[in-house]
């Protein structure tokens, strides 16, 4: 399932992105309609709080709305009317441009204790596992197993 994240949901995009799931974001100030024009040309769920979002003509195709306002009920809810999936492929994409991530040796610059990184082809940006990656999965794990339904 591919997603599309409204800049109100800049969070929870992340969050997707690192249980792996394909997630797009504009950025802040895109146009509604241009909003609903990707979605319906990649193929994407808009996943937004904004109501006016559905008086655009074609919305109610492409638009889930959420009732939720915190990132841990949004979580819940997407979980219900989803399914979501948190433990998909978890830290497989970059949280910051959605590009999956390549294992790489390690380069020159980073501590030497890591043995393995892995590379977003994007932005540049390098991944190691630390204890944050434990801190993370652990919270995945957790809303892996958290009931579904609406808040």
Known sequence: MKLLCDEMLKGLARWLRT?????AMEPDGTADRRLIERAMAEERLLLTRDRSLLEIRGAQKVVLLLASNDLESSVRELTGRLGIDWLHQPFSRCSLCN??????????????????????????????RGGHVDRMRHRLQRWQGMPGGES
């Open 99 to 128: 590009t999956p991530l390549v294992a790489v040796e390690r380069p020159a610059d980073l501590p030497s204790d890591i043995v393995r990184a892995w590379f977003c082809t994007t932005c540049g940006k390098y991944y190691w």
């Open 19 to 23: 249980a792996g799931h394909d997630v």
